[in-house]
């Protein structure tokens, strides 16, 4: 069992940056598959960023260039921080945590969600 938290959310103003910190408890977070995803009212949830155990990391294209996703495993933490922020990155961000063959019925985890708003 993994349990995440995800705390960091708020509104900040377009060009603005905020980290998104997810702390997660058990022995596997630390191979599992970590990863951030977003989603807004009516739309389907997305993949924003997702690193690996190994420390190798994927982004949508989206946000390449301006979100950095890194992990700590001996905190059990991985942080999102995200940099020029625009309006349209607003959405409930959560944190996930998949088995690292990414195969969701083998192990798939989500926090409860933070909301970003990014507006002036």
């Known amino acids: 069992q993994v349990q995440l938290v995800e705390t960091g959310g708020g509104l900040v103003q377009p060009g603005g940056s905020l980290r998104l910190p997810c702390a997660g408890s058990?022995?596997?977070?630390?191979?599992?598959?970590i990863g951030w995803s977003r989603q807004v009212p009516g739309n389907q949830r997305k993949l924003v960023a997702n690193?690996?155990?190994?420390?190798?990391?994927n982004y949508a294209d989206s946000v390449k260039g301006r979100f950095t996703i890194s992990r700590d495993n001996a905190k059990n933490t991985v942080n999102l921080q995200m940099n020029s922020l625009k309006p349209e990155d607003t959405a409930v961000y959560y944190c996930?945590?998949?088995?690292?063959?990414?195969?969701?019925?083998?192990?798939?985890?989500w926090g409860q969600g933070t909301q970003v708003t990014v507006s002036s």
């Open positions: 996930n945590a998949r088995h690292p063959s990414l195969i969701p019925t083998l192990g798939d985890y």
């Open positions: 058990g022995s596997i977070f630390r191979i599992y598959v």
């Open positions: 690193i690996r155990s190994s420390g190798s990391t």
